[in-house]
Nanobody
Framework: QVQLVESGGGLVQAGGSLRLSCAASGRTFSSYAMGWLRQAPGKEREFVAAISWSGGNVYYADSVKGRFTISRDNAKNTVYLQMNSLKPEDTALYYC????????????????WGQGTQVTVSS
């Protein structure tokens, strides 16, 4: 079992930056691929970014490619999402999740979820 707690969300102006963090419990963190997904009001949850267990492979949704960077520190049981050049359409509840899949880009490929952290980007 893995428990995940996100932090770092907030209100930011368009063009600004935020860094989300996700702290995981358990000694098996490094055996999971990790991802960030988000859900905007009235919309379905969507994939944002994922990183392999070793950190050697990363995957991004087209909408965030070149602006967001996912990384992990297995010694600290933490995964990060650096978000730059934020846009109002990035406003959403951001979830951290853990997966046993190698390259999880679908919601149903994730096994454990955090409670989410709100990101609001004003225009």
């Amino acid at each position: 079992q893995v428990q995940l707690v996100e932090s770092g969300g907030g209100l930011v102006q368009a063009g600004g930056s935020l860094r989300l963090s996700c702290a995981a419990s358990g000694r098996t963190f490094s055996s999971y691929a990790m991802g960030w997904l988000r859900q905007a009001p009235g919309k379905e949850r969507e994939f944002v970014a994922a990183i392999s267990w070793s950190g050697g492979n990363v995957y991004y949704a087209d909408s965030v490619k070149g602006r967001f960077t996912i990384s992990r520190d297995n010694a600290k049981n933490t995964v990060y999402l650096q978000m730059n050049s934020l846009k109002p359409e990035d406003t959403a509840l951001y979830y951290c999740a853990a997966s046993r899949y190698i390259a999880p880009t679908r919601e149903d490929e994730y096994l454990y979820w955090g409670q989410g952290t709100q990101v609001t980007v004003s225009s």
